[in-house]
């Protein structure tokens, strides 16, 4: 990584894990761990000023790794199979490296996803949790109602076909442009609620976040089969959006994790890459006509992503858990940067009364 893309105040660095060997920031020295696990389509480089109206408190030390095949870290193969049990034991494998106590964990988008995975896989080690704009609980596209039920019993219209093969075309050739399916275009539309824009030096440096996606089969956006059903494309075996296809990603179970940490969810009113009216999502795609051959909203409708993690939610507190939602208006997909004050203030009072 170029030091020009780490900001003062932050320090990188890597260690090798029994997995993969894991570049992370890290800033602070207060007694008490955070952790924070980033998206899909960027790295750490997302959480940088964050970290540092965090660490400011003093009562923090704050680590964020890239996970493989993002940033800085090892590219492996990932097993779309396993959903995302991939990350969640590489991540185990990076705090038990690190050696650290109990921690809060807190992760973005797929890292939200992550994060229920490591609660589920990893019973004790969290003294919170919060979701940040998480991903539903029965995965990314492919399922209806609050309950996640299939559309197809192949999950056709999820998985690694379901790209923009354009924007992993962009991604790969490391784009800086301004075109209408560029890295930075997408992100000022959605990765953020438009007319918001950080600063051009932020934006260069998110830029390349996004742009050190590793670009494969095996990776980002993964393979993906034929299908008879609507949109004629179903899930193959590997890579990031294979694992969070709801045909091997099941995190319903999250409501009986063995041991319930408090959850923060956190997510942006305007949020349109998770919500129930997602542009990423085939289903709703192909309502507006973008998408043509929509079978119609009887069969296919738009999978309702907020109303599926609330209905996870429920049952996490119906079974013992205790969870809070805050949903910030005039805000999309990144609340710790469009609303970065706000959110600092509001998860700084979680931590702390969990620590």
């Not at 185990?92 to 890292?111: K, M, Q």
């Not at 004629?232 to 091997?248: D, E, Q």
């Not at 970065?340 to 203030?345: D, L, P, R, S, T």
Request: hydrophobic share 35%; with cysteine; net charge negative.
């Amino acid at each position: 990584m170029t030091t020009n893309l780490i900001i003062p105040g932050i320090t990188q660095h890597t260690i090798k894990t029994d997995r993969l060997t894991v570049a992370y920031l890290k800033t602070g020295t207060g007694a008490n761990p955070i952790v924070l696990v980033h998206g899909n389509c960027s790295s750490s480089l997302f959480f940088q000023d964050f970290m540092l109206e965090l660490a400011a408190t003093r009562r923090y030390t704050i680590y964020a790794p890239d996970m493989r095949g993002y940033g800085d870290s090892d590219v492996l193969p990932l097993d779309g199979t396993r959903g995302v049990q991939d990350f969640s034991d590489d991540l185990d494998a990076f705090v038990r490296s690190l050696e650290l106590p109990p921690f809060h964990l807190l992760g973005w988008s797929l890292g939200g996803n992550v994060a229920m995975q490591y609660a589920i896989d990893y019973p004790g080690m969290l003294l919170s949790l919060t979701l940040e704009a998480p991903g539903s609980p029965f995965g990314f596209g492919g399922t209806k109602e609050a309950d996640g039920i299939p559309v197809w019993p192949d999950y056709a219209g999820s998985g690694g076909g379901t790209a923009n093969p354009a924007f992993a075309q962009r991604l790969q050739q490391g784009d800086r442009s301004s075109d209408e399916v560029s890295p930075r275009t997408t992100m000022n539309t959605f990765y953020f609620k438009p007319p918001f824009r950080v600063s051009p030096e932020r934006e260069e440096i998110f830029v390349s976040s996004m742009n050190s996606t590793r670009v494969a089969p095996s990776n980002y956006p993964g393979d993906l089969a034929q299908s008879p059903h609507w949109p004629n494309i179903a899930p193959g075996t590997l890579g990031v959006n294979n694992a969070l296809s709801p045909k091997y990603l099941h995190q319903d179970n999250f409501a009986l994790c063995q041991i319930k940490p408090d959850v923060l969810w956190l997510h942006g009113a305007d949020d349109q890459i998770v919500s129930d009216t997602s542009f990423f999502d085939l289903g709703f795609l192909g309502q507006l006509g973008i998408v043509p051959g929509w079978p119609g909203i009887e069969i296919y409708p738009p999978q309702p992503m907020k109303t599926q993690v609330r209905a996870v939610l429920d049952r996490y507190n119906a079974n013992g858990g205790h969870y809070s939602e805050v949903a910030l208006p005039n805000c999309g997909h990144s609340p710790h940067i469009e609303k970065q004050a706000e959110v600092v203030k509001i998860f700084a009072a979680f931590v702390d009364d969990h620590s």
